[in-house]
């Protein structure tokens, strides 16, 4: 089976202390695609990952 993931929008996003601001994740061997990501106004503090992506 495969899919996709698309149109992912973020806007104003304040993090703090988290582990990642966006993750985005799929299971393994699904396969498909990611694309059309739009990301404005991040206040972000104290975190491992930005962008974290798995799948």
């Given at each position: ?15 703090i202390n ?8 799929s299971a ?6 990611v694309k ?20």
């Amino acid at each position: 089976m495969s899919g996709g993931i698309q149109d992912i929008r973020v806007e104003d996003l304040t993090a703090i202390n988290t582990e990642s601001a966006i993750r985005v994740k799929s299971a393994v061997g699904r396969g498909g695609f990611v694309k059309d990501i739009f990301v404005k106004g991040l206040n972000l503090n104290t975190m491992k990952y930005v962008f974290w992506m798995t799948g």
